[in-house]
């Protein structure tokens, strides 16, 4: 009995195995779904590749496969809140997925999981529609995963993890799975949330699998590169289509063949195969006829219009049939859809294949790449990693790492890492292109550039193609036009946002709008529209790349400005100032890693833009005793762009003031501030740190050396621009700043003080002056940094009242305009990690609202354009800076010439109390006299007498003017100018303070203001602005509750009235 039963027990177990090895999930019926909710919901038990587990410590199920290159046995449970690699039962509850985090330790590697079926229908399946979802667990990584998927039919071999595709098994992109969810912040997702699943479907077609056979689905998740996202698949459902097992059946291993193509001329038209095969079919040969400009092959030699295939026994083997496109074709589509006609099939339904190809026109230009190009279409066809040559037209550049090219046979993506710089590109140039083709996020590119250079054939730009919501993803990369009138369903807004941003169409079509175009902050249309753009992929979803606000009809650009442009049209008539935040250049303590790199994208950035003028913050590197030393940062790019212009002569200076530079050990490696500038158009008179003598009383800290970012002051540089084709100079005060930083209170009121003094300054030394003030203001002008409703700390340049506490007070100031007030407004931001604006420019008011035509002054100065630029760096944020530059451009309006060339003018008090007013000029046209003016305020002046002109003189000539009885107190002197013929033109305005008999103790001031002298009336305190801030009938005034800053007292006699300059201090 005992040798009985271990025979038996063999046996049985012998049977046990072979059920295993052969086991397949049966097809009986039409339609079979498989949810894994009998995959595990805790632990870590042992998986089983198809066989049943026994649901404690073995889990598997007959049919279902979960592969892998490592060593692991089991699968793990998790809801994505572990980063492990391994198989998976992803859930929060019963409802279970299959999936996997693909990692490079031994026990997981790449991963295959498949369902294996055997058709038991006892008929023929001929296709089979599969879907199922996709869900994603787990986020990891910025870049998208993507689970490939496959199927074989006939005989199982194997579902080896260790292959993309394994030999035998087709891929089916249209059911591959990309992660939906990407990001920097690693963390687990709910995979059965809509946001992080994707419903995908899709039929395969042409099949004879015969009763017995297998079907096999394959998903296939790879190591990736970095981080993986946690993928999987969950209700999988297949649907077959049979017919009889007696019935005639032909099959052909595809339906269509697309992508015929070469270049016109060509001597070759390259073939393509597919195979015919059949059952239970009638006596009779197969007739094969070849479409209109096609012709087919037996043997892929001899070509010509019809095949006729043979076959004995009611059984056709796989036999082979060539295509190609005849010779000799003009350009154009062969045809758009054309039809290989199989006939006399043997009792068979017919089994016609759809052809489609293109020729395309030779060049017209020369091949600057030295190799001869070959079609789009078959470059979009060919092998993933091979090197092609084409030659095409420009359709749109979205930056110079992403343009598009486009020829008769179709269009694709042209990127760049390092940036596409060729000279004078332009849509509807023609260039030749040599790189390899690669597949990014499901679209196809040409990368790894060899060769990228402009033919010699003239411009010519391309006509989008009118095609239907239907239609677009056959031309992806081409230049299209939505024919048909859609509105924009979702997001909402009146505007475009400044990022890149997805926007759908009524029709449910994607239209996505990238911030390197001028429509970010555009208005969005209001009514209906027709799209133009080009059709890009991503993640297998077609969308509409618009390339500008011409491309949605319906769309304005941003009033005043435009956000997100890669680069900036320059004018040589024009002045065009660029500012900068080059963070930490130079400095191997901080910002960007690797400094060689962030130097040579600075410079190409510099090189890129060209302005006239360049304001840069955070400059490290330089050497003040030689700022063109080409060993330091600064003096690198000075040669950089002298390199790239080489007729400009550009040069430089940065300030000798930066945080803590006047400490006993200064930082040589400190933020600096400074100025670039081309000397063949812009001449230096002078430059120098501001405020370096200004009075520090009631600092908010109470430590006076943390005043303008602990040293950092701002710094002033004062030029003489002449333009091309001007005949008369223009002086201009640039000034650059860098603000101090952060959002906490004591950073934000550190900022309100220095701000103010700097306003204070300006307002006294430059008040009818040309100001353009930029650099990194560390604060937003709507509404500051330091939280939402507080007043910007800026708000001594932006309010009426430069002192305001409420952020919905009266704005402009009427002297100054914040040019770049549009981007806070529009929601535009200036850095890369965060959303508001900071790097600002200001102009005085003399070029905010310059005056008309008629004017005294020789010239004009008015903003014309203002941009927020995206350079096409990759890896910018990283790499470069963690700010964009902001680019603005000025008109330099003639107006009537002036008729003396100023160099100064000062007035200076003797010990008798008198005053001489001094002045020169360089140069003097048609001069008659100067009429020397005087007043209290520096607004109403009044005339105290005239000295001579020298007439028209090109040589230095000093002049001078006493002033025997000045008013007590500040004295405020310009001079007028007339000519000959009446024309007049006005000097600065010089101010000195003459004492006199009357006294204001003490100042600076702290709580009261005291005044010493005889007959004293009364006491009026004025700001900077004249307005009137406190009055006495006493000769003394509180002073405790104003604001730190420089202020005026009017002192009334009873003979007359006098004027002191005070500060107040707290």
């Not at 289509?241 to 038209?269: D, I, K, N, R």
């Not at 758009?336 to 026109?361: E, M």
């Not at 944020?877 to 700010?883: E, I, K």
Request: hydrophobic fraction near 35%.
């Amino acid at each position: 009995m005992r040798k009985t039963l271990l025979t038996f027990l063999y046996a049985m177990l012998c049977c046990l195995l072979a059920g295993v090895a052969g086991a397949q999930i049966s097809l009986t019926g039409s339609t079979y779904t498989e949810n894994f909710n009998f995959l595990p919901s805790t632990g870590s038990p042992t998986w089983q590749n198809n066989a049943n587990g026994d649901g404690a410590s073995t889990f598997g199920k007959v049919g279902v496969y979960g592969s892998r290159t490592g060593t692991g046995t089991t699968i793990l449970t998790g809801t994505g809140s572990s980063n492990s690699g391994g198989l998976y039962s992803f859930g929060t509850d019963s409802d279970r997925a299959l999936g996997s985090i693909g990692s490079s330790n031994a026990a997981a590697g790449n991963f295959a999981y498949a369902l294996r079926f055997v058709n038991n229908t006892g008929a023929i399946v001929t296709s089979f529609n599969l879907s199922y979802y996709g869900e994603q667990w787990r986020v990891a990584a910025t870049t998208p995963n993507t689970a490939t998927f496959s199927y074989k039919t006939g005989a199982f071999t194997s579902v080896d993890p260790a292959s993309a595709l394994p030999a035998g098994y087709t891929a089916v992109s249209a059911l591959d799975f990309t992660s939906p969810v990407t990001g920097s912040t690693a963390g687990a997702l709910n995979g059965n949330l809509a946001a992080n699943r994707v419903l995908i479907s899709s039929s395969v077609s042409n099949l004879q699998v015969l009763p017995g056979e297998e079907i096999v689905l394959r998903w296939y998740d790879p190591d990736h590169t970095g981080a993986d996202q946690g993928l999987s698949i969950d209700d999988v459902t297949i649907t077959i289509t049979t017919q009889s097992a007696s019935t005639p059946v032909l099959t052909s291993s595809v339906a269509s063949l697309t992508g015929f193509t070469y270049v016109e001329g060509a001597a070759t038209s390259p073939a393509q195969s597919y195979t015919l095969s059949g059952s239970n079919l009638a006596a009779g040969p197969i007739v094969v006829t070849a479409p209109a400009n096609y012709e087919v092959s037996h043997d892929g030699t001899t070509f010509q219009d019809t095949l006729t295939i043979v076959y004995s026994d009611s059984t056709l083997a796989s036999t082979p049939v060539y295509v190609r496109l005849k010779l000799g074709l003009t350009p154009g589509m062969y045809p758009p859809s054309g039809t290989i006609a199989v006939t006399n099939a043997g009792g068979s339904a017919s089994k016609d294949v759809t052809v489609s190809g293109a020729v395309s026109p030779a060049p017209t230009g020369d091949s600057p790449c030295g190799a001869t190009s070959v079609s789009i279409l078959s470059t979009r066809n060919g092998t993933v990693g091979g090197t092609f040559t084409i030659t095409g037209r420009v359709t749109a550049i979205f930056s110079s790492t992403n343009i598009y090219i486009q020829d008769a046979t179709g269009g694709i993506l042209i990127y760049d890492q390092n940036g596409i710089q060729p000279e004078g590109i332009a849509v509807g140039d023609e260039v030749q292109v040599t790189g390899a083709l690669a597949l990014y996020n499901t679209e196809k590119e040409l990368k790894d550039l060899t060769c990228f250079k402009k033919t010699t054939s003239a411009n010519s730009p391309v006509s989008p193609l009118l095609v239907t919501a239907a239609e677009i993803c056959n031309h992806q990369g081409e230049l299209i036009t939505l024919d048909e009138d859609v509105t924009i369903t979702s997001p909402t807004g009146a505007t475009f946002a400044s990022a890149n941003t997805n926007y759908t169409l009524s029709n449910s079509q994607i239209m996505r709008v990238l911030g390197t175009t001028n429509l970010a902050g555009a208005t969005r249309p209001a009514g209906t529209f027709k799209p133009t753009g080009v059709v890009t992929i991503f993640n297998s979803v077609c969308q509409i790349l618009p390339r500008s606000t011409d491309d949605v009809p319906g769309s304005t650009p941003m009033a005043g400005g435009s956000c997100g442009t890669a680069t900036v049209a320059t004018d040589e008539k024009k002045l065009d100032v660029t500012n900068w935040n080059v963070e930490w250049l130079g400095n191997t303590g901080f910002g960007p890693t690797n400094e060689t790199t962030q130097l040579n994208n600075v410079k190409t950035v510099l090189n890129g833009i060209g302005s006239d003028v360049f304001m840069l913050e955070e400059v490290c590197s330089y050497n003040p005793a030689n700022p063109a030393d080409p060993s330091t940062s600064f003096g690198s790019i000075l040669q950089g762009l002298n390199a790239t212009f080489p007729t400009r002569l550009y040069a430089g200076e940065c300030s000798n003031r930066y945080s803590y530079s006047e400490i006993a050990s200064p930082d040589p490696f400190g933020q600096r501030v400074c100025i670039i500038y081309r000397t063949d158009q812009i001449t230096k008179i002078a430059s120098r740190p501001m405020l370096t003598n200004a009075v520090i009383t009631g600092f908010p800290t109470g430590n006076n050396s943390q005043f303008w970012a602990s040293g950092r002051l701002p710094f002033l540089f004062q030029a003489d621009v002449k333009l091309q084709d001007a005949t008369e100079a223009t002086r201009i005060n640039f000034i650059v700043l860098h603000a101090k930083s952060g959002s906490d209170q004591s950073s934000y009121d550190r900022r309100v003080y220095d701000f103010k003094v700097l306003y204070d300054s300006l307002q006294t030394q430059f008040q009818s002056a040309n100001v353009i003030m930029g650099g990194d203001f560390n604060d937003d002008v709507d509404q500051s940094i330091a939280g939402t409703g507080q007043i910007s700390s800026l708000k001594a340049f932006l309010y009426a009242n430069p002192t305001t506490t409420n952020i919905n007070d009266t704005r402009p100031n009427a002297g100054w305009n914040c040019v770049t007030q549009v981007f806070s407004t529009a929601g535009c931001a200036s850095t890369a990690s965060y959303s508001d604006f900071i790097d600002h420019l200001f102009v005085s008011d003399e070029i905010s609202n310059p005056a008309p035509g008629g004017r005294t002054l020789a010239t004009s100065v008015a903003v014309s354009n203002v941009a927020s630029l995206r350079p096409s760096v990759s890896g910018y944020a990283s790499n470069t800076s963690d700010h964009y530059p902001t680019a603005t451009q000025y008109s330099i309006t003639a107006e009537n010439p002036t008729p003396v060339t100023w160099l100064n003018v000062s007035a200076e008090v003797s010990a008798t109390q008198q005053v001489t007013v001094r002045w020169s000029t360089a140069s003097e046209r048609n001069a008659s006299h100067f009429e020397v003016q005087r007043s209290k305020d520096a607004r109403t002046f009044e005339s105290l007498g005239t000295v001579k002109a020298g007439s028209t003189v090109q040589t230095r000539s000093d002049y001078s003017f006493a002033d025997a009885a000045p008013f007590d107190g500040v004295n405020y002197y310009r001079l007028k100018q007339v000519d000959a013929d009446g024309k007049t033109d006005y000097s600065r305005v010089a101010s000195v303070e003459v004492t006199g008999t009357y006294a204001v103790s003490p100042n600076p001031v702290g709580s009261r203001i005291v005044v010493t002298g005889k007959n004293i009336a009364g006491l009026r305190l004025f700001d900077l602005q004249g307005r009137q801030i406190g009055r006495s009938d006493e000769a003394s005034l509180e002073a405790h509750n104003l604001t730190p800053g420089t202020y005026l007292v009017e002192i009334r006699r009873t003979d007359g009235i006098t004027v002191r300059r005070l500060i107040i201090k707290q």
